[in-house]
C-alpha cells in the first residue's frame, strides 16, 4: 500500500501561483510513475502532469509552460508549481501513484477571476 497526501491548496486570484504537495509513505519502493490529475464539478478527472523515477515529465496541453512538475526523493515527494493561473484551472488535484494506481485525497484550487 502507498499512502498519499496531498497539501498546497487554496484560493488565488487569476494570474497568481500556488504550489502543491504530494507526500508519499507505505511501499514505495514500487512506485515508477508520480502525477497529478485534477477534476473540475461537472468533468471527468484528467491529467495534469507526470514524472517518472528518473525524472521524465509529461504535461497536458493546458498547462504546458505553467505548470512544473518535479519531485525530492529523498523526502518521497512530489510537486507541481503552477504559475499563471487562470479560472479554468479552478479543480479539486490529485495526487497518483503508478503502477498500482493509488491515490490521494484531493486538494482544492480555486482561481478567482
Known amino acids: 500500500q502507498v499512502q498519499l497526501v496531498e497539501s498546497g491548496g487554496g484560493l488565488v486570484q487569476a494570474g497568481g501561483s500556488l504550489r502543491l504537495s504530494c507526500a508519499a509513505s507505505g511501499s514505495i519502493f514500487n512506485v515508477k510513475i508520480m502525477g497529478w490529475y485534477r477534476q473540475a464539478p461537472g468533468k471527468q478527472r484528467e491529467l495534469v502532469a507526470l514524472i517518472t523515477r528518473g525524472g521524465t515529465t509529461n504535461y497536458a496541453d493546458s498547462v504546458k509552460g505553467r505548470f512544473t512538475i518535479s519531485r525530492d526523493n529523498a523526502k518521497n515527494t512530489v510537486y507541481l508549481q503552477m504559475n499563471s493561473l487562470k479560472p479554468e484551472d479552478t479543480a479539486v488535484y490529485y495526487c497518483?501513484?503508478?503502477?498500482?494506481?493509488?491515490w490521494g485525497q484531493g486538494t482544492q484550487v480555486t482561481v478567482s477571476s
Open positions: 497518483n501513484a503508478r503502477p498500482d494506481d493509488f
